[in-house]
């Protein structure tokens, strides 16, 4: 008899452990090898069952629980731990038993009695407890009978004595179980910070490693091109640019945070660049990253992380313009730069390979590249987290240079938790870390500052004029008052809030989308016509008069420049992202930025509605006696601002609690780790699916035909859902309930058929909206 782990394609159990333990050394960490091989060749341990194999792979019989195999995986990999005298009498045992235990899912609460019960007769759930064990017992005397195979296979990889022992010790299972509480029991009594993270490298290492061997995948050698070759393309891009005032200031800061990074980068390992909006940080930051990588040896990889999917689109295309020019770039794209996020194109160009998408989406989703752009949600819920699709790249984490651009984007709540897992990151691994911003928070203090005075470039600027405007004002009135003082040859940015507000004054200020110089932008587009918009945009400004009533989608990172910005109060990192987008190449005089105080007819403001009142309470208070403040000043203002919040008048309770739950390893989802996501969760918010084009019909159909599909048919709805997310919004289930609900495997999906786009769909201003439809996403 052979023994298989996988069907598709098929694969000898014993060569998949092989394989296993291979990526996993190369994916993990050097100082764990030993625990990494353990895990390995564990993981799949219980695979060796005639109901295994006769149910899960052969489908000729129902075995029930007696076919599960990572319990049994999961003891048996504990087991090995304690009869290695080097691991015996560490926290390896429990986190090998945790890691195979949840191989195949979320990590599982794992110190729950539901898997490591009390195995005493005194125990109050003993009978669950001797069913269970039954069916693990069973399991075993049915490995015995096939003994002789699984010891054949196991000499292999020179186990075959501990699986001999294992098989034939009376009572082992419970032995390990007893081993293993007590292991517990001492890490509560006095648990280690260090232990989450050691837990996640190989945790990560293992799920990466065993889904590119049972993909029948092998991993990437990713590659690099030296900083030099890039910094001669950057050269030849910029000489084909219009000259600008800021250029001078570009090449000062882009020369000083290089030179700073040769002194200090031996004996740190968080910097940050301090950076005027406008003044080139993109490719600061990216060169910054590459010397850095070229000082290391380039044996570590590059993540830009950025806040938001349309400014990760833009500075795709930016590292890529500076790689095009190299033959083998574009050959074997994919090995040097991929952009992942919940829309990314699930292609993995590699010259000798031709991959399926589900090949070619593992090898993104594993960030199997030289380069990665990603969103901050890909990035920290992998850092801090317990999901299973987003830590199998955690491991890569580990080993890279973390590029964070716009860091002020994280939400308040969550500065002392970030800031606590990227000091820990550092001190545990080979991990360098870059922040970057126009609005350094404080609570990231302790970093080295590449700009060492930057100070002085926000001193010297004065492109815009912050105009404070605090006295409520309704819709009504701001749109009458605009259109009295609007210059009639200005382009304006004008940045509300919620969605309802922003359409209201669109609709208003565009005598609903008659007059031909206004245009918005929001999240209640879909992503295709968000994109478009932004690309009219860029080329439309660099002409015509354009007015653009928007949310905070426009708020950092996108390259757009107006004349004058007007913003709905609110944070006021976010006004000064917003001042970002006024007069950015400095080619006038001086541009002006308002912030205004928008309320409702009850005269409720909306920004409160979106950031709580202590947020615009703190911004008010700092802007309410000033008639105006110049640029030069914004850098001291956003640092009270940063001081104000840090004082107590901004709860870290949530940060406090999650930094428990690291130190602790609770990885409920009730109340621990689990909890934790970047983007608050909308409640009762579901996806609205619009048949907009041609394209997006054929999607649909082939949606529904997946759910036909018998084998591969979980692979192939997410492969099509990725691409359906173009055609999607977000909307309150109560609103969603006037279009037709999809039957989809979590009955979280509405559409509008093609026949119906036009009723309820418009391209300029996107979802159609009944005057109580009101929505606080942006």
């Known amino acids: 008899m052979v023994f298989y782990s996988h069907n598709t394609p098929q694969k000898e159990l014993i060569k998949h452990l092989q394989e296993v333990a291979e990526y996993s050394v190369r994916y993990g960490d050097d100082r764990f090898e030993e625990v990494h091989r353990i895990i390995a060749y564990a993981h799949d341990f219980g695979k060796y069952t005639t109901y295994f194999q006769e149910d899960r792979l052969q489908g000729i019989k129902s075995w029930g629980d007696k076919a599960n195999h990572a319990y049994l995986s999961a003891i048996f990999g504990a087991f090995l731990c304690i009869q290695n005298l080097n691991l015996a009498n560490t926290l390896f045992p429990l986190w090998t038993f945790s890691v195979i235990l949840s191989h195949h899912g979320d990590i599982k609460q794992f110190s729950s009695t539901d898997y490591l019960p009390d195995v005493s007769v005194r125990s109050s759930s003993y009978r669950k407890t001797q069913e269970k064990l039954k069916i693990l017992d069973i399991q075993i005397e049915d490995m015995v009978k096939n003994q002789k195979i699984i010891l054949d296979d196991y000499s292999k990889i020179g186990l075959q004595n501990e699986v001999k022992k294992f098989l034939s010790q009376k009572d082992i299972v419970k032995e390990v179980i007893k081993k293993l509480n007590r292991i517990l029991f001492e890490y509560e009594d006095e648990p280690d910070q260090d232990q989450y993270w050691i837990h996640q ?13 049972a993909a029948g995948l092998k991993p990437v050698d990713e590659k690099n091109l030296n900083f030099s070759v890039l910094a001669c393309n950057k050269n030849e891009i910029i000489a084909r640019y219009e000259p600008c005032k800021l250029d001078k200031m570009r090449n000062e800061i882009f020369s000083s945070v290089l030179n700073n990074l040769q002194n200090a980068y031996s004996n740190n390992s968080i910097f940050s660049i301090t950076a005027p909006t406008g003044t080139g940080k993109t490719y ?40 095009q020019s190299h033959e083998d770039f574009n050959c074997n794209k994919s090995m040097y730069l991929i952009k992942h996020h919940h829309l990314t194109n699930q292609e993995y160009i590699n010259e000798t390979e031709d991959y399926r998408k589900d090949q070619s989406g593992l090898f993104i989703e594993n960030w199997e590249s030289g380069i990665i752009v990603t969103t901050f949600v890909q990035l920290l819920q992998t850092l801090i987290g317990n999901r299973n699709r987003m830590l199998k790249k955690f491991h890569v984490i580990t080993k890279s240079i973390v590029l964070l651009d716009e860091v002020q984007a994280i939400p308040i709540k969550y500065y002392e938790l970030i800031d606590y897992a990227i000091k820990k990151l550092v001190e545990l691994y080979d991990c360098k870390v870059i922040l970057m911003t126009a609005t350094k928070p404080l609570i990231f203090s302790k970093t080295v500052e590449l700009l060492e005075n930057y100070n002085y470039y926000f001193s010297q600027l ?68 968000r994109r478009e918009t932004l690309k009219e945009l860029e080329n439309l400004l660099n002409k015509d008069r354009v007015i653009l009533v928007s949310t905070q989608v426009v708020e950092a990172g996108v390259d757009l420049d107006f004349d004058e910005v007007i913003r709905d109060i609110g944070p006021l990192d976010s006004i000064i992202q917003c001042a970002g987008r006024c007069n950015r190449r400095w080619d006038r005089d001086n541009g002006n930025v308002t912030v205004v105080n928008m309320v409702d007819d009850r005269g409720y403001s909306y920004a409160a509605r979106v950031y709580g009142a202590v947020i615009v309470d703190i911004t008010k208070k700092l802007l309410s006696d000033k008639l105006e403040i110049p640029e030069k000043d914004f850098e001291q203002l956003i640092q009270n601002y940063y001081r104000l919040i840090l ?27 689990g909890t934790f996501s970047l983007i608050e969760a909308n409640q009762n918010y579901v996806d609205l699916f619009i048949e907009y084009d041609e394209y997006a019909v054929s999607l649909f159909e082939e949606f529904k035909k997946s759910f036909k599909i018998i084998n591969e048919r979980r692979n192939r709805l997410k492969e099509i859902r990725r691409e359906m997310k173009n055609y999607m919004i977000s909307v309150p289930l109560k609103f969603a309930k006037r279009y037709q609900p999809v039957f989809s495997e979590s009955n ?14 418009n391209k300029r201003t996107g979802l159609k909206r009944e005057e109580d439809f009101d929505m606080f996403c942006f």
Not at 296 to 318: C, E, M, R
């Open 284 to 323: 600061t930051g990216f060169f910054t990253a590459k010397k850095l990588q070229e000082l290391l040896g380039y044996n570590h990889k590059i993540i830009y992380a950025l806040p938001f999917t349309s400014i990760i689109d833009q500075n795709y295309l930016k590292i890529e313009e500076l790689h």
């Open 462 to 529: 004065q492109r815009t004029t912050l105009l404070p405007k605090l006295d409520k004002i309704t819709i009504e009135e701001f749109c009458d008052e605009f259109q009295k003082n609007m210059h009639p040859e200005n382009s304006y940015l004008i940045v509300c809030n919620t969605i309802a507000q922003s359409l209201q004054v669109y609709n208003i200020l565009s005598e609903n989308g008659t007059k031909e110089e206004y245009r918005y932008l929001s999240t209640n587009l879909l992503p295709i016509h």
């Open 647 to 673: 004082s107590g008048k901004v709860s870290m309770q949530e940060s406090k609690d999650l930094i428990k739950a690291l130190k602790t390893l609770d990885f409920s989802q009730e109340r621990g780790i």
């Open 201 to 213: 490298i190989l945790y990560s290492a293992l799920i990466s490693a065993d889904k590119i061997s």
């Open 748 to 761: 979280d999906l509405f559409v509008i058929y093609k026949d119906d786009v036009k009723r309820h769909y």
